[in-house]
C-alpha cells in the first residue's frame, strides 16, 4: 500500500515504542504481554487520534478549510487532540460536546481534557446525550460559512476512511517494528469504539497477509452493532487504499463485556487494571477506552481465552490526561 499518495501532515512521533512488559507478564502468569506506545504520540500528551488527523488534517488543508468542527464526549481524547492540532497547523475549531454522563462531577466538567481544550482555545458547544449530531454539525458549519468561513467536519473520533488510513499505517509499523526484532504477534488488542482505529488496523493486516488476529475490547455499544460499524469502516478503507477483498466479516471481532454501566462510567475491574499497570510498569492507561480495554486483557487472559499465545500486543490508544477527571472516582486501596 502507498500511503504517501493521500493528503498527510506532520503531528505524531512516530513510530512509537513497542515494549514488552516483564512485570505485568509475570503477574500475569500468562502470556508475554508487549504493548505499542500511541500514548506517545506526542500531540497534547499524545493518544491514538493524532495518527488518524494526519490524514485528516491533511485533508483540511487540502480543501482550503479555515476551521474544524468536530464532534465528542465531554472528556473526549479526540476532541483534544483535534484542538491541539488545530493550533499547530494555524486553524479554527470549534467542538460540539456530548454531555453523555448524566450527574457529572465539576471535577469531571472542567478538568482533564475539557481544561486542555480551553487552553487551545476550542470553542465548546455542549449538547445533552442522544443529540442529532449529524443535523448540528451541519448548521453550524452553515453557520461558520454565512460567517466568510470554511469549515471541514471531522466525525467523532476521527473514524471515518481517512481517518482510519492512520492505523493502516500503524499496523505496517507494528509488524516492521516485529519483524526487526524477530518477534512473533499471536495477538493484538485494543480498545475499540468509533471504530476507526480497529478499522484501520484490520486493513492494515489483512492487506499485508500478517496472519495476527485482532481483538478489539468495546468501550460503549453492545457487541452486534460495534463489530458492523467496525466492519462497514473497514470495507470502506480497504477499497479506499486500493485493498479490496482483503477483510471478511469473520475479521472483525469484538468484546463488549467490560463495558460496565455505560460508556465512561468507571468500573471496578478497570480501577484495578489502571492500578495494576501503573504499579507494576510505571504506565498510565485512561478510565474510559485504555483502562476498560486492559480490564478485559486481564480477565481473557485469566480465562484462558488466548490459548497458547506467546506473544499479545496491546495497543495503548493514550487518554491519561483523563485521569484528572476520574479523580473524585478512582479507588487506591
Not at 448548521?139 to 454565512?146: N, P, Q, S, V
Request: charge should be negative; charged fraction near 20%; aromatic fraction near 6%.
Amino acid at each position: 500500500m502507498h500511503l504517501s499518495r493521500f493528503p498527510r501532515v506532520s503531528l505524531a512521533h512516530l513510530p512509537t515504542p513497542l515494549e514488552h512488559l516483564p512485570r505485568f507478564s509475570k503477574h500475569l502468569g500468562g502470556p508475554e504481554i508487549w504493548v505499542k506506545r500511541d500514548d506517545c504520540t506526542g500531540l497534547a500528551s499524545g493518544g491514538n487520534k493524532t495518527r488518524k488527523l494526519e490524514f485528516v488534517m491533511g485533508d483540511a488543508l487540502r480543501s482550503g478549510a479555515d476551521t474544524v468542527l468536530t464532534v465528542g464526549a465531554v472528556q473526549s481524547n479526540h476532541v483534544r487532540q483535534t484542538a491541539a492540532a488545530a493550533c499547530k497547523l494555524g486553524l479554527a475549531c470549534e467542538v460540539l460536546l456530548e454531555r453523555r454522563i448524566e450527574s457529572a462531577s465539576e471535577v469531571y466538567t472542567s478538568s482533564g481534557n475539557v481544561l486542555l481544550d480551553r487552553l487551545f482555545g476550542a470553542v465548546l458547544h455542549e449538547y445533552p446525550a442522544g443529540s442529532d449530531f449529524e443535523t448540528l454539525l451541519d448548521e453550524h458549519a452553515a453557520r461558520i460559512r454565512k460567517g466568510g468561513g470554511k469549515p471541514y467536519v471531522i466525525p467523532g473520533g476521527a473514524s471515518n476512511r481517512i481517518g482510519a488510513l492512520g492505523y493502516v499505517n500503524c499496523a505496517l509499523e507494528l509488524l516492521a517494528q516485529a519483524n526487526e526484532r524477530g518477534l512473533v504477534i499471536d495477538h493484538l488488542v485494543s480498545a475499540t469504539g468509533s471504530a476507526g482505529t480497529q478499522a484501520g488496523l484490520i486493513v492494515g493486516l489483512k492487506a499485508t497477509h500478517s496472519n495476527v488476529p485482532l481483538l478489539g475490547i468495546g468501550v460503549g455499544a453492545p457487541q452486534a452493532l460495534q463489530e458492523q460499524k467496525v466492519f462497514d469502516l473497514a470495507i470502506e478503507t480497504a477499497a479506499f487504499v486500493g485493498a479490496e477483498g482483503s477483510v471478511e466479516r469473520g475479521d472483525v471481532v469484538a468484546n463488549c463485556d467490560y463495558v460496565g454501566e455505560a460508556y465512561g462510567v468507571p468500573t471496578a475491574a478497570m480501577n484495578d487494571a489502571v492500578l495494576t499497570l501503573a504499579r507494576t510498569e510505571g504506565l498510565l492507561f485512561d478510565p474510559v477506552y485504555s483502562g476498560k480495554a486492559l480490564a478485559g486483557l486481564i480477565d481473557l487472559v485469566q480465562k484462558g481465552y488466548f490459548g497458547e499465545a506467546g506473544n499479545i500486543v496491546f495497543l495503548h490508544t493514550g487518554g491519561s490526561a483523563g485521569l484528572f477527571a476520574y479523580a473524585d472516582q478512582l479507588k487506591f486501596d
